[in-house]
């Protein structure tokens, strides 16, 4: 199973190339991308991300190889039969601002994401459309907690169903219907 840097240094990895996004907000646009349904084996994962996080400019080869740790790690959360997969997010340690505008981020990313691949919102099932409405609003959220238990708690419940919603997504949307078999969606 792959494993994600620290969160900091991912930061450092993106500001040292010249990328000024949190950590948060690419491994959200790649969950994104991967839970509407990109073909998990595509290298066009990279295209999408360069376009909107560096100009449609390449990255460089340390950004390469950071993305594709990333898009690694997301496909193996997503596929587990554990339901593994966590938001990538500044660690507890930190205060709960800082969590919750990643947890923002995180949201933005994946909305970003996911809106890059799917164009008919009509198709989707109910469940999938609330959790896009959700995901939305989520994006509006107040970010001002005071580090009091209750905040916490309220964090952590909201980190919980995003990352239940997202799973949701990727099961209904990400799964591609038989391996064997390769299905392109006309638009």
């Given at each position: 199973m792959s494993e994600l840097k620290d969160y900091t240094q991912a930061q450092l990895v993106l500001e040292k190339n010249?990328?000024?996004?949190?950590?948060?907000?690419?491994?959200?646009?790649?969950?994104?991308?991967?839970?509407?349904?990109?073909?998990?084996e595509a290298k066009?994962?990279?295209?999408?991300?360069?376009?909107?996080?560096?100009?449609?400019?390449?990255?460089?080869?340390?950004?390469?190889?950071?993305?594709?740790?990333?898009?690694?790690?997301?496909?193996?959360?997503f596929n587990e039969s554990e339901f593994q997969f966590d938001l990538f997010l500044p660690s507890e340690d930190e205060s709960l601002l800082d969590q919750a505008n990643a947890l923002v981020g995180w949201?933005?990313?994946?909305?970003?994401?996911?809106?890059?691949?799917?164009?008919?919102?009509?198709?989707l099932s109910a469940d999938v459309k609330e959790v896009?409405?959700?995901?939305?609003?989520?994006?509006?959220?107040?970010?001002?907690?005071?580090?009091?238990?209750?905040?916490?708690?309220?964090?952590?419940?909201?980190?919980?169903?995003i990352r239940v919603s997202a799973l949701l997504c990727f099961a209904e949307m990400g799964k591609e219907p038989d391996a064997g078999t390769t299905s392109k969606t006309l638009h």
């Open positions: 010249d990328i000024y996004v949190a950590p948060a907000e690419v491994h959200g646009a790649i969950s994104g991308l991967l839970a509407c349904g990109l073909n998990i066009e994962y990279l295209g999408l991300l360069s376009d909107v996080f560096n100009e449609g400019q390449n990255f460089s080869e340390e950004l390469k190889q950071f993305f594709a740790e990333m898009y690694k790690h997301v496909i193996e959360h949201v933005s990313g994946f909305l970003l994401g996911f809106g890059l691949k799917q164009k008919d919102y009509g198709k896009i409405s959700d995901f939305t609003e989520i994006t509006k959220l107040d970010t001002h907690f005071d580090d009091s238990e209750e905040d916490q708690q309220a964090l952590h419940e909201i980190i919980e169903y």
